[in-house]
């Protein structure tokens, strides 16, 4: 009977941890984990650069693993005012002699406004990731021709053993704090983000002020370590517990230990 008890409230810890009902959450994002659709593939940056990941928030860091430069600024479309920021795609392009018709995956860590807006779906992809379509000794070639058709499909992210990640923002002051959430497994963004403070299990909510940047208005009495609940688009949840320490510095990442399923 004890081994029964033990069982039945583990099973509970883990609805709780993975299917969770959240006031801050809205709910209005599915995934969407279709076939393949057409697009237009643009490049950006030097032509083996990692582009950037400044409208998400995460600057630089594309350039390291596990984006390791596979990365794509989307349009309006793709990007959804921030909202797209985080979620994977397969790409490929099946033009002769230039496409290997492999598909590459890439995460959307920027916005691309302006022309890409002229058709209903474009990724602007960084230059290492474009020439990533190519067929061997052709990526030059690719390059050149400036914008290929390519076929899309949204995937789940899959960031091997990369935990979710903590960015915080440079700005953060004892009245105000905030942070960009990085290396979502699975559908790749979060809809709602809770913090609490050291010590305290009542979680607050969380505002997304643009990209995938999450800010709350707090006193100096708002201590860390603090303890982040993300729940993902699909209505999963993590809780990654004194994720962010006492003591943090400002600009600085802090990975959790937890991530959502695949």
């Known amino acids: 009977m004890a081994l029964n008890l033990q069982k039945t409230l583990l099973i509970l810890v ?4 993975f299917v969770y009902d959240s006031s801050c959450s809205n709910h209005t994002h599915t995934s969407n984990m279709d076939g393949f659709k057409p697009a237009l593939a643009t490049w950006y940056g030097d032509q083996h650069g990692a582009g950037s990941g400044g409208a998400c928030g995460w600057a630089n860091d594309v350039k390291s693993p596990p984006f390791s430069a596979m990365i794509a600024a989307g349009n309006a479309k793709l990007f959804l005012e921030g909202k797209g920021c985080g979620t994977c795609y397969q790409v490929l392009c099946t033009r002769e002699p230039y496409c290997s018709k492999n598909p590459i995956t890439v995460t ?3 916005e691309c406004p302006g022309e890409c807006n002229k058709v209903p779906y474009a990724f602007d992809l960084s230059g ?3 020439g990533a379509m190519s067929s061997p000794g052709q990526a030059d070639n690719l390059r050149n021709l400036g914008q290929v058709n390519i076929q899309y499909r949204r995937v789940a992210c899959n960031y091997n053993s990369t935990k979710i ?3 915080i923002d440079r700005m953060v ?7 960009a959430v990085e290396f979502c497994d699975g559908d790749g963004g979060v809809d709602a983000v809770e913090i609490a403070s050291s010590g305290s299990q009542k979680f607050r909510c969380m505002e997304n002020i643009w990209g995938a940047v999450w ?20 209505n999963e949840a993590v809780v990654a517990f004194n994720a962010v320490p006492y ?3 400002p600009g600085q990442t802090y990975y959790s230990q937890v991530n959502f399923r695949i």
């Not at 707090?218 to 699909?234: A, Y």
């Open 108 to 110: 959307i860590t920027d």
């Open 14 to 17: 883990l609805m709780h941890l």
């Open 173 to 179: 002051n004892p009245y105000w704090f905030a942070m």
């Open 165 to 167: 990640a903590f960015k």
């Open 247 to 249: 003591g943090f510095v």
């Open 215 to 234: 800010a709350v208005n707090v006193d100096p009495s708002f201590r860390g370590p603090f303890s982040i609940r993300l729940i993902s688009r699909i």
């Open 128 to 130: 290492t990731a474009f």
